[in-house]
Every structure is written in C-alpha cells, then in structure tokens.
C-alpha cells in the first residue's frame, strides 16, 4: 500500500538555524510528493510539490527533492525565522481511477524562537 | 475570495446527538472531500466526491454520511456522535483533478462528551 513516514517531532529551532525534516514514502506506481504546511488555527495549504524523480519543489525559501533511488523528499530551508513555525506534513498523491486520495505522513511540528 | 468555507467552527454534542458540519466552495471545483485530524494520526480521508450527485468512502467512513446536490457544497453528517469522532474535520476541494494541489478549508473542531 501507499504510505508516508516522516519525523517526529516537535522540533524546536533558533532563528536562523538550518532546518531538515525528513520524509520517506512506500507507493505503488509513481506517485506525485507534496509538503503542505498548517499555521496556527488555519487549514493546511501547500507549500509545494514535485511530480517525478529528480524534480525539485521551491517556495518562501523551502526546497526539496524527489529521491526515487531513497524514496525520499525531504523538505529544507536554509535559514528559518519565527514566522515559520507551523505543523508540516509530507503527503503523496497516487491516480487511482476517479479519485483524488492524498496519503499524509503524522505530521512534524516546527517552533522557531527568536 | 473566500474559497472553501466550514461552518461551525467549533462545536460539542453529546453522545448520540446528529449533526452536519458544512462546506461550501466557491472556485467550481468539482472534486470535495472531507478529512479528520486526529493528533499523531495525521490526516484520514472520511470521504469524497468526483461531482454533483457522486459520493464515495474513504479511509474511515463509518459513522459519517454525505451528499453532494451541487458543486458548491458538501455537507458531512454525523448521525449520531460518539466520542471517537471528537476530532476537526477539514474539507477540501480541488481544481484540477490528477495534480494532488487540494484547498483546505479552517476547519472544524468538534467535541463528543
């Protein structure tokens, strides 16, 4: 089956500091790979995506790549501030006939001090 | 633009009482779905839509029921409530079917006693 497995949390960083969170995924097919982040008391919204092997997704100073050989897409950004403290959660998409299923990992709490 | 709206945003019942928690969209998107937020669980998809008058179940669909008469709304009903199914409940919808880029909606946070 389909499923995603990234790092507990919480984690907890100074402002500036360099942040990884890690997701791996199992999947049948070829699924597409997205990070959506939750602010406080909102709804998630997609940070960004990336479709096939080797793509890179980019957004608001946040990377990563889609590793086929590790099954991995691990979101990075080289310096955090306060204002991206959120729960991120990795997420894979894979067609099956008319649906639209999302997989989402556990999520990973993120609490950037100043 | 308001995107996808949930109503309430807050709410508690007491075991065995009914509800519908509501979604409305306003981009005529034809897929909606209905998800659960459980700490350390992440997010479980309870049920979905393709379009007007097509419904299916998803990860966990017992307990829930749903109807989809137009595009713009997708109501999600709790016939009757049990404290398992204290949870918030995002709706989502989706523009283009096949790209995984869902709207989220605030959410709704619901309390059984």
């Known amino acids: 089956g389909n499923s995603v497995t990234q790092m507990e949390g919480p984690v907890t960083l100074s402002e500036e500091a360099f942040l990884t969170i890690n997701c791996t995924y199992t999947?049948?097919?070829?699924?597409?790979l997205f990070w959506y982040v939750q602010y406080p008391g909102e709804g998630l919204q997609l940070l960004l995506k990336?479709?096939?092997?080797?793509d890179k997704g980019s957004n608001k100073g946040f990377e990563a790549t889609y590793r086929k050989e590790t099954t991995s897409f691990h979101l990075e950004k080289g310096s955090v501030q306060v204002s991206d403290s959120a729960v991120y959660f990795c997420?894979?998409?894979?067609?099956?006939?008319?649906?639209?299923?999302?997989?989402f990992g556990k999520g990973t709490k993120l609490t950037v001090n100043p | 633009n308001a995107g996808v709206t949930q109503t309430p945003k807050f709410q508690v019942l007491k075991t065995g009482q009914s509800m519908t928690l509501q979604c409305a969209q306003d981009?005529?998107?034809?897929?909606m779905s209905w998800y659960r937020q459980d700490p350390g669980m992440g997010l479980r998809l309870i049920h979905y839509?393709?379009?007007?008058?097509?419904?299916d179940q998803g990860e966990v669909p017992n307990g829930y029921n749903v109807s989809r008469s137009t595009t713009e709304d997708f109501p999600l009903r709790l016939l009757s409530a049990a404290p398992s199914q204290t949870s918030v409940y995002f709706c989502?919808?989706?523009?283009?079917?096949?790209?995984?880029?869902?709207?989220f909606g605030e959410g709704s946070r619901l309390t059984v006693l």
């Open positions: 997420a894979l998409s894979v067609a099956q006939g008319g649906s639209e299923k999302l997989v």
């Open positions: 999947a049948t097919g070829y699924p597409s």
């Open positions: 990336a479709t096939k092997a080797d």
């Open positions: 981009m005529n998107h034809e897929y």
């Open positions: 839509s393709v379009g007007a008058g097509i419904t």
């Open positions: 989502a919808s989706i523009m283009t079917r096949g790209t995984g880029e869902l709207f």
